[in-house]
């Protein structure tokens, strides 16, 4: 069976930081991309960032540049998101992925089920 299960996810004073940390089991991860998404309360969800299966390319959403490291370790089968500088609007349900395509796909084949973070401020 196919499974992401992320963690790390809890509640964090504004200006703090959290790594989320998320585990496949069933595959390995090394031919996937790999994206972290969130979703606040009464919000669309937002791709946060994607890292390419090698782990050379990366990309983020405007509102996390410069605060948020995605990475991967494939030995492990598990990546992370580094968060930094977190502000009450970082505030959201956050969500790994998995897909054997590309980060510019629209479409990611496996989720995990999501982990809460909450940023008070």
């Known amino acids: 069976q196919l499974q992401l299960v992320e963690s790390g996810g809890e509640l964090v004073q504004a200006g703090g930081s959290l790594r989320l940390s998320c585990t496949a089991s069933?595959?390995?991860?090394?031919?996937?991309?790999i994206g972290w998404f969130r979703q606040a309360p009464g919000k669309e969800r937002e791709k946060v960032s994607c890292i390419s299966q090698k782990g050379d390319s990366t990309n983020y959403a405007n509102s996390v540049k410069g605060r948020f490291t995605i990475s991967r370790d494939n030995a492990k089968n598990t990546f992370f998101l580094q968060m930094h500088s977190l502000k009450p609007e970082d505030s959201a349900v956050y969500y790994c992925?998995?897909?054997?395509?590309?980060?510019?796909?629209?479409?990611?084949?496996?989720w995990g089920q999501g982990t809460q973070v909450t940023v008070s401020s």
């Open positions: 992925a998995a897909d054997i395509t590309t980060c510019s796909t629209g479409w990611f084949e496996y």
């Open positions: 069933g595959f390995r991860l090394d031919d996937y991309v």
